[in-house]
């Protein structure tokens, strides 16, 4: 009997390519090598002087990890969100805007202008973080409980969301001057590396933990694939569904709590602009299929350093930041094509061809 004629990488490639992991690490060797090629100073890191004295890291590497961080942590909630409702929740960036008010009115004390905290940061955060969950619970209630689809449902809070954050302040801008407010979104005294690449780390730690040790990724991914079917075996999946938009509420409130502490204020209408887009491209950058069911949770985290990899090589090269939805367009179209189920199917038939054997060739 005459032998296929097959190499050993090719076999090789299609298992590479099968992994569930392959676009975001393709994505990100590509702007490595990219950035390699045109400036090999991009990935230097060098110690500099803060505008407090103090000396700490800086460069284009420790850019991505620290502006990644809210991203991060808002994939994570996102994608245990698109595994078990089949949809994403666009209202992220409105809330986060809604949970940073609520923090600074704490912090504040309702002045316009605190130069010393009214409240422990902790316990402003707890309350920003409960606010953040009962939203996520509205949002959870609907897409669970009434069936609507998860962007209509959370339409509602994307339009009304940043509104409250400002009715929350009176429409008034605080200003928190202390300067401990602002560790958690620059630097910790005597330490050189970025507050937010910590949190985010710890962040993820916890994740790491609640799904290895619970039935959370089971249960989530179960009620994503067949609801009814998860629901013969013994689960709610009404329950399951509002746990996961609950969970995002925390993701939201930390993120929320990062962004007002870089700068100890807010702008309600610039606060996380887009960046709702840019978790759900996260999760699909990740490999994660947005109509729901299996996730992996790394791939999105993945995903999320690779968004920032890129938006920092742009604006590195001066590309205006009007033109950065352009870029990322390009890059949700080719995910949406090689996703798509008649490109699938063109690719499986091409797999499925017949290999022409020694005796064909001869």
């Not at 008010?101 to 973080?129: F, K, N, W």
């Not at 009962?134 to 962007?151: D, E, R, S, T, W």
């Not at 937010?196 to 780390?201: E, G, K, L, R």
């Not at 797999?351 to 020694?358: G, H, I, L």
Request: charge should be positive; hydrophobic fraction near 50%; glycine fraction near 8%.
């Amino acid at each position: 009997m005459s032998e296929q004629i097959r190499k050993p990488e090719d076999s090789l490639w299609k298992r590479l390519t099968r992994q569930q992991l392959f676009i975001p690490v393709a994505a990100l060797l590509l702007l490595v090598v990219f950035n390699l090629v045109a400036d090999p100073s991009f990935f230097s890191v060098s110690i500099k002087e803060n505008s407090l004295g103090n000396p700490v890291l800086s460069g284009n590497i420790i850019s991505v990890l620290d502006n990644a961080s809210e991203l991060v942590i808002l994939a994570i909630g996102m994608t245990l969100v698109t595994a078990s409702s089949g949809g994403q929740d666009i209202s992220v960036g409105a809330t986060m805007a809604i949970a940073g008010s609520v923090i600074l009115r704490m912090v504040c004390g309702g002045e316009v202008t605190a130069d010393t905290l009214h409240m422990p940061i902790l316990l402003a955060v707890l309350v920003g973080i409960v606010v953040s969950m009962c939203f996520g619970a509205f949002n959870g209630a609907l897409v669970a409980y009434f069936k609507i689809q998860p962007m209509v449902a959370t339409l509602i809070m994307f339009t009304a969301g940043r509104s409250i954050a400002a009715w929350i302040n009176n429409n008034q801008l605080p200003i928190m001057n202390d300067i401990s407010f602002k560790y958690a979104g620059t630097f910790l005294p005597g330490i050189p590396v970025p507050t937010p690449i910590f949190i985010t780390i710890l962040m993820i730690v916890i994740f790491w933990l609640i799904l290895k040790f619970t039935n959370l990724g089971l249960y989530t991914q179960s009620v994503g694939i067949n609801a009814n079917s998860s629901r013969l075996n013994g689960l709610n999946p009404q329950m399951i569904k509002l746990l996961t938009y609950v969970i995002l509420g925390v993701c939201v409130a930390v993120a929320g709590f990062m962004r007002v502490s870089r700068s100890g204020s807010i702008n309600y209408s610039r606060i996380a602009e887009n960046i709702e887009m840019d978790a759900i491209l996260a999760v699909a950058l990740g490999g994660n299929d947005l109509s729901g069911g299996k996730f992996n949770i790394y791939g999105s985290i993945l995903g999320a350093y690779v968004i920032q990899f890129l938006t920092t090589t742009l604006y590195k090269y001066d590309v205006p930041s009007t033109a950065l939805p352009a870029y990322k367009a390009v890059v949700v179209i080719l995910l949406v094509v090689l996703s798509a189920p008649v490109v699938r199917e063109r690719m499986s038939r091409i797999k499925k061809a017949p290999v022409k054997t020694e005796k064909e060739v001869a």
